[in-house]
């Protein structure tokens, strides 16, 4: 090992590979038998349980958790793919500490709500590990639907459809399909590879093509698909990247957060990602913390998260910013950037103290960056899309754009929040509507 | 401190704690270790006649029923009696009960149902220096098909045969243990009486099975691809137990006849509730088999406190205490109302009270659409049904409406009086009796 946390610069192997296995090993192992069956005993199978609604794929989870209870984990799965058919990914990189674990009744009753996101992956694991696919496909109908955008959404979408007995073409620009589960997590959150085995899984409903390396304006176009195609869905995600808009955003080492967590999970040798001394990160979501938290695993020295509000306006939640914090990572909030400095290079880069309401109050601070990750949100791209509406494609009902036979869903539609789990609602009810309408 | 000292049937011991007549006690290491303990008895494991031992299966000797978190419920075992041969543990059985003298050792025993047999055995044990014999009239498996065991509790005369015996050919106390494998507890205990028992003791085991093996389509525990009903213990016999000694010691006739409570007590609680009901004192052993020996500190800390608190100075102050509260079911007051009351402040909203109410009961919980819970008193029965579901502890009580007050499901006013079904306009006997 040449390079160490000290050396200067952007580099790679700033820590050894057993250290660097030991950082980006698995966040949360999947629960041994035993864990599991303790875990489950703690549910009380509430009635209407608070935990389903707030699930944005309303998984039935009193009843997989009984499931895993009464030793028939696979059943469990089931449960959960029938609802969400990315069940898995789920499990791994659901807030659940907002959502489902956040409104258990064992939350309220004793500040620890059922670890039902652990229990999700134990009993999805089980049955994908064991090789198999609890569905079938109904009989061909004869209709084929496009699907653009190989993420959650898409990939939700087009499961729903084949297995309903659509024909489905998956298109995606990259060269894997996947999407953000595939290039945009971090890679502690899904080890082993497993969002490609994920997706080799799914596709295994039969009547899905995937065609990589096509997008909207690389190959394809939205009037093409409808003419070629009974119908089209469009799961395109946010492909661009805001700028910060201050002087110096050009400067060497300033770079997109989305780009760093892509080029750490497709490398094969993380000694191979180099990573600054000073990192700093720009943003409050999980991208940012996403990034921060790897910067930090890769052995950088010193790595600032800095967010122009306040914690809690954070869209990271607490637990994200927690593990942040555990990790070493300098969490600074009510500071906005005002200029990069460096020459050709970023050596520092300046914030200004604002308050809540983002009023500058003149203070400003100097903090030492050799390397800048921006994540301060995404934007859709792509021409000739349907009509949008504060920057995403506009839906009413289960993903209807404004172009009839057309529908979206995931983060480049209007409504819900951008999460893995309220995409593949999207899709999965998209697909339903599109059922629906193809069947008439 | 309260005093634990227990005085049964002229059995001293320094608390009412004896563990009972199983594999806990069947030899003089694991005694020692129980009277280290702080046990303030044991009933030897039962003794059977001089010749060879008895032969037990080398396969599992036991089947259990599991709570939530693995908790043991229900234990079944198809052991037998000792298979240790009679002189070494009548040799083990002296030398304990000369170390601890304050200690009770009681000897359990089982031998055919002829009197020989038993004028054989008893002078033996009473060389050993024991302070009484339990003759084993319940173990429900396989020395039964023998003659032994339950064969003799389930026959009335055999129990009064046998224990009149025993009584002519020792001058111990004899407790009589009774099998609750019968329709009527009291004609067994009726019969002990009859034949000069100086206590009953119960329940000994209850036939069971406690679960099917489905690979091997065979009962569990499984001997090589058959099993066999066992006698089943622990807390899930607790309440079965509990009916059989108070039915015994609410009857005239055996109201005097000392009890010892035997049947998934667990806890000092248990240990109370039995005694509540007329036991003099109690027989312990799943709960050691599930926890060990040192469980006995807490059934003596909690007995202790809780006496404390009662201001009761020795167990026999509140021994039988709930005893006259027993009754008939037509002995309930029909003119007591109650109702359920949800305290929302505890409701951790699992909404498990209105799946019961509403699924299975009277539909008298409401649900709003932000998950508070409210009983409709006018469709309330006060069945108690959500009490028990609740998962919180107090969080769902019943209140009892004051004599004036409106029964808003019935629309009539409590009655202040008491009225029971034998006085019940619908009771045609009522009627008929006028």
Redesign the interface.
Known sequence: MTNSPLSEGIVGGRLGPDQLADNFGDLHPRLEDHEA??AA?RC???????CMDACPTDIDIPLFIRQIATGTPEAAAKTILNQNILGGMCARVCPTETLCEQVC??E??EGKPVEIGRLQRYATDTLMQAGVHPFERAAATGKRVAVVGAGPAGLAAAHRLAMHGHDVTVFDARQKPGGLNEFGIASYKSVDDFAAKEVDWLLKIGGITVETGKALGAGLTLEALKGDYDAVFLGIGLGGVNALGVDGEEKGGVLDAVDFIAELRQASDLGDVAIGRDVVVIGGGMTAVDAAVQAKLLGALNVSLVYRRGRERMNASVFEQDLAASKGVRIITNASPKAVIGNGAVREIEFEYTDDDLKPTGQTVRIAADQVFKAIGQTLEGAALPETERGKIKVTGAGRTSVKGVWAGGDCASGGDDLTVTAVAEGRDAAEDIHAALTA | MANLQSNFVGIKSPNPFWLASAPPTDKEYNVRRAFEAGWGGVVWKTLGEEGPPVVNVNGPRYGAIHG???RLLGLNNIELITDRPLQTNLQEIKAVKRDYPDRAVIVSLMVPCEEEAWKAILPLVEETGADGIELNFGCPHGMAERGMGSAVGQVPEYVEMVTRWCKANTRMPVIVKLTPNITNILNPATAAMKGGADAVSLINTINSITGVDLDVMAPMPTIDGKGTHGGYCGPAVKPIAMNMVAEIARNAETANLPISGIGGVTTWRDAAEFMALGAGNVQVCTAAMTYGFKIVQEMISGLSQWMDEKGHTSTADFVGMATPNVTDWQYLNLNHVTKAVINEDDC?????C??ACEDTSHQAIE?TED?VFRVKDDECVACNLCVNVC??EDCITMRTLAPGEMDERTGQPVAAEYGNWLAHPNNPASQAAE
């Open positions: 069956l303790v005993d009380y199978f509430c009635h209407d349980a608070p009744v064992r309220t009753a | 939530a978190d693995r951790i909203k699992c909404g498990r209105y799946a649900m998950r998962p919180v």
